[in-house]
């Protein structure tokens, strides 16, 4: 018996150590993303730094004016979510989209921090309000549930290929059955964010433009 809890004690501990590894490993290369987006926004050259700080100023003052196509923006920001998780979910039950996992969540914190720090090196104080109420709380939320599903996606991705091309044993349909679980939460949530970052973000922006 004292055995047999061993056994099981192990395949835990064993299974937390790598769960953990990938965690960690996704985190900094989204750090790195990050990191790069934010200087990639200063380094600009100065005809850059004008483009985006004119179609900075568009979207704020169109903003203001209360410009916008609910409608529209609506739809855009739901194809946009629900393909880029769908994305996700079929990358990880694909052997090949393992890198593409990887590439796909460094260039979701590429862009936040290239649009964090745009929006403060083109408004300076006035602009960090501006980016707290442009990126939170839907693309920070949305960032974070990218980390989540990302996990899933990889460790899904990774255990299917032990599966396939090292014989190891796994609970292939209990495994799905919570990648799939995933998939429909994280949509949701990304669904739910499209609702705010129409409706709700603007209204926060008109509060500081």
């Known amino acids: 018996m004292d055995l047999k809890l ?4 192990n395949k835990v501990t064993n299974k937390l150590a790598e769960q953990k590894k990938i965690y960690i490993f996704l985190i900094i290369v989204m750090t790195i993303g990050l990191i790069l987006g934010i200087i990639y926004a200063v380094i600009l050259n100065k005809s850059d730094h004008n483009l985006v700080t004119t179609s900075l100023d568009s979207f704020f003052t169109s903003i203001k004016n209360n410009d916008i196509d609910y409608k529209s923006a609506l739809i855009n920001s739901l194809i946009g979510n629900i393909s880029f998780v769908t994305f996700i979910f079929l990358l990880g039950i694909s052997i ?3 890198p593409l996992i990887i590439f796909s969540l460094a260039s979701s914190a590429f862009i936040f921090g290239f649009s964090l ?5 083109a408004y300076h104080l006035n602009g960090i309000l ?3 109420t442009y990126l939170f709380p839907h693309q920070l939320i949305t960032l974070l549930m990218s980390l989540f599903l990302g996990f899933y996606a990889l460790y899904f991705g990774i255990k299917l290929f032990k599966y396939l091309f090292r014989g190891i044993d796994i609970n292939l349909r209990s495994s799905m059955k919570r990648y799939i679980q ?3 939460t994280v949509l949701l949530i990304f669904i739910t ?4 970052e129409v409706f709700l973000s603007p209204a926060l922006i008109k509060l500081v433009v």
């Open 193 to 196: 964010c499209s609702f705010i």
């Open 117 to 121: 720090s745009s929006i403060i090196y």
């Open 6 to 9: 061993k056994k099981v004690k």
């Open 182 to 184: 995933v998939y429909v």
């Open 96 to 98: 090949i989209g393992i």
């Open 130 to 132: 501006k980016a707290i």
